[in-house]
């Protein structure tokens, strides 16, 4: 059953990569006026074209490798056909119909049902889901989460993501994590989370499925380790025994997340 009636969903990633583009352009002329005031103050007024190459290039490196950074962060396997066919039948099915491009799959280890997307700009993105996302979820709840994820990487929100992670660890080696912390919460949407679990209902044959898997998600307790990559979950655990941060050095300021109880309300209401 088709809801694209409910709520209009933004699912081009246009906005996204704006906010990147934005936050490029700004340490590039931010870098450039430094230079340029200083070499006025020196007399060396050229000293403004190094500061466009030096910021212009360290602006346009921020990003890049971002998406291999965070996966190498994790242990993974690929998934495979034989083995994971459900997850391959189920994205392509999804795909196919959305347009969107096949994402490399993996497989992670953990009880807790761990799904995440990962992406950058121009990535056709990776798809991420633990053993026991796959031994918890039937196949209307795997269709429903794995369509929040096609979203999270169609509209860019994965690829802000990972920008914005990247972002922050090479201020922070600068000594500017504080105004790294604000970008981010001036450039994310807090709302993407719920945005993508709208759309994952709209997209799928049975739209209460999402709901039985945040539900499953609330259900489940224990601890995962995810470090930087915790952003991108499709869920976490809430008890106080959980340790999604431990390992992280990206701030929680900014990648705030609606609770689980929120999202089901959210959706239970609609």
Known sequence: MNQRQWIPIEESSLPNLARVKKIEWLIAAGGTLLFLLIG??????????????????FSWSIGRNAEEAI??????????EDDHARLFNIVEGLRMSSGDH?????????????AMAI?????DGNIIVSDGFLRMMDRVETEAVVSHLLWRIRSGDAALIAYLISFHTL???????????????K??????LIWADISAC?????????????EKCAQSHGTVSVGIAAPF?????????????????????????PSLSERIAVLKEI
């Not at 006025?40 to 290039?57: D, K, M, R, S, T």
């Not at 201020?171 to 919460?185: I, Y």
């Open 40 to 57: 006025v103050a020196l007399g060396q007024p050229l000293l403004g074209v190094l500061g466009l190459v030096v910021f212009g290039a």
């Open 71 to 80: 996966l190498t962060s994790l242990s993974l396997s690929p998934a495979n």
């Open 102 to 114: 096949r994402p490399a799959m993996y497989i992670t280890q953990s009880d807790f049902p761990l």
């Open 119 to 123: 992406s950058e700009s121009g990535s």
């Open 171 to 185: 201020m922070s080696r600068v000594g500017l994590s504080g105004l790294a912390r604000k970008v981010m919460e």
């Open 187 to 192: 450039s994310l949407d807090p709302r993407s």
């Open 202 to 214: 709209q997209a799928t044959r049975y739209p209460p499925a999402l709901i039985s898997a945040l």
């Open 233 to 257: 979950c499709f869920a976490l655990p809430e008890s106080s025994t959980n340790d999604t941060d431990s390992s992280s050095i990206v701030p929680n300021v900014g990648f705030a997340r």
